[in-house]
């Protein structure tokens, strides 16, 4: 499985946009990338989820360049009810998703 | 609500007892994973389902735990002769079979505290 790197803590404001990048050097050709959503004391909520180049949904973008070793998770104007911890997982359909720490987002006023 | 339902969702429990935890995933889903989750952790998988069979167990899942899904349906996790280690987010899981980039949809967890 490839391994993921994300920054453990990130700080924002309100309406600001936010961009979460995720390492994944070891990604395999037919690994999707895929990310969650943790608010305290519930479980993980799917995201977004891609392939290659961009996805976007109601919630989020997710920007993957051509060698697929990163992705960008971005939140448009964001607000304090997005303060969460994100977590990135590589995984081709795999049962044992491997969730790394994440990245705890903290949303100021 | 993701349409996983966990219960109960808080569980307390003094150490060398047993407690079971229950799973209902969505009705169409036919995957069902379980993990745990301490603070600050991201989740750790445990084991998982496909129908009413035990496909994978990590080595996380000693012999005092056990998993089932008698009818293909709902879960359970018991948990044999608890310890303080065992005090974490008991998460719930599932997904269908053909989506083959896995998106699983979660429960919000059973907390068990044990003393």
């Known amino acids: 499985l490839a391994k993921t790197t994300q920054p453990i803590s990130m700080d924002s404001y309100e309406g600001q946009e936010v961009n979460i990048t995720c390492s994944h050097n070891?990604?395999?050709?037919?690994?999707?990338i895929t990310w969650y959503q943790q608010f305290p004391s519930q479980g993980p909520r799917f995201i977004i989820q891609?392939?290659?180049t961009k996805v976007t949904n109601e919630v989020a973008s997710l920007f993957i360049p051509a060698d697929r070793k990163s992705s960008t998770l971005s939140l448009p104007r964001v607000s304090l009810s997005d303060t969460a911890v994100y977590y990135c997982?590589?995984?081709?359909?795999?049962?044992?998703?491997?969730f790394g720490a994440g990245t705890r987002l903290t949303v100021k006023p | 609500d993701t349409g996983v339902s966990q219960d109960p969702r808080h569980k307390i429990t003094k150490r060398g007892q047993n407690v079971t935890f229950r799973c209902d995933p969505i009705s169409e889903h036919n995957r069902l994973y379980w993990y745990r989750q301490t603070l600050g952790q991201g989740p750790e998988f445990l084991t998982y389902f496909q129908n009413e069979a035990q496909l994978e167990k990590s080595r996380l899942l000693s012999d005092r735990f056990s998993a089932e899904r008698p009818k293909g349906s709902f879960s359970t996790l018991e948990i044999q002769r608890t310890e303080q280690g065992d005090s974490a987010m008991y998460l719930c899981a599932s997904s269908l079979v053909g989506d083959n980039q896995n998106i699983q949809y979660f429960g919000a967890g059973t907390r068990l505290s044990v003393l």
């Open positions: 997982l590589v995984a081709l359909g795999l049962h044992d998703m491997r």
């Open positions: 070891n990604i395999a050709t037919n690994d999707y």
């Open positions: 891609g392939y290659k």
